[in-house]
């Protein structure tokens, strides 16, 4: 909980640094590739989040602690270094302050002392649903593993493989079409561009939506009429 509630995100960082938020974001992607042999410690460091633009759409970004910032500075030298670790200093610190300040308040009688535990109980029931919301977010958020991804492209192969049995001898090029039709189907109902982006919280809705799939009466067409031409071709 702390660590959540202690951090700064990548948009604060872009300010801090001058430099635009979509470099920022690859700063952090090439730091955590040059760590892959400490992936649990960087994912404490650097945070998966999201944030909603001025026009509405959810965009990623990254949470960063402390020691996150620390880790980010190395990847700058001279003036701006110093300066972006002046920053980050001062803002942890104004945090550190703040709940300090927050836990030194002492109540001067009994009516004072029942009003603070009752805003207390509210604060901290507020705190656990943020927190237990923004955990929930992290996790459907987090991009499918290798494994999962691969076994989405697998029930994927199975799938056309079985719909294209009603069809007799597929070519590559009819195969292509049922690939077509299925991956559009994923991307229209997930709402994401590329199936590299799909996310944890997509994962059964994709397998179950595979698991029913049938290709589109236009697809249907294409394909019967490559097996004519192609029969054609062949007389």
């Known amino acids: 909980m702390k660590v959540l509630e202690k951090t700064i995100t990548s948009m604060e960082v872009a300010e801090m640094v001058g430099r635009r938020h979509d470099q920022v974001l690859r700063d952090i992607t090439k730091i955590k590739e040059h760590l892959t042999d400490h992936k649990s410690v960087v994912s404490e460091l650097f945070i998966d989040s999201t944030y909603e633009d001025t026009s509405g759409r959810e965009l990623p970004c990254y949470l960063l602690t402390k ?95 079985e719909v294209g049995r009603s069809f007799g001898k597929l070519t590559n090029k009819q195969r292509g079409e049922l690939h077509r039709d299925i991956n559009s189907g994923v991307k229209k109902i997930t709402g994401v561009s590329t199936r590299t982006q799909l996310r944890q919280k997509h994962f059964q809705t994709v397998l179950d939506y595979i698991t029913d799939w049938e290709p589109s009466t236009a697809t249907k067409t294409v394909v019967r009429q490559m097996s004519l031409e192609l029969g054609e071709d062949n007389e």
């Open 67 to 161: 020691r996150g910032c620390e880790l980010y500075s190395t990847r700058m030298t001279g003036a701006k270094g110093t300066q972006f670790a002046l920053a980050y200093i001062e803002r942890f610190n104004e945090m550190e302050t703040a709940i300090k300040e927050q836990s030194l308040k002492i109540p001067q009688s009994p009516q004072e002392a029942l009003r603070l535990m009752f805003q207390y109980q509210e604060n901290t029931s507020e705190k656990v649903e943020k927190v237990e919301e923004r955990v929930t977010d992290l996790e459907e958020n987090i991009v499918l593993s290798a494994g999962d991804y691969g076994y989405v492209t697998r029930r994927i192969n199975q799938r056309v493989a």
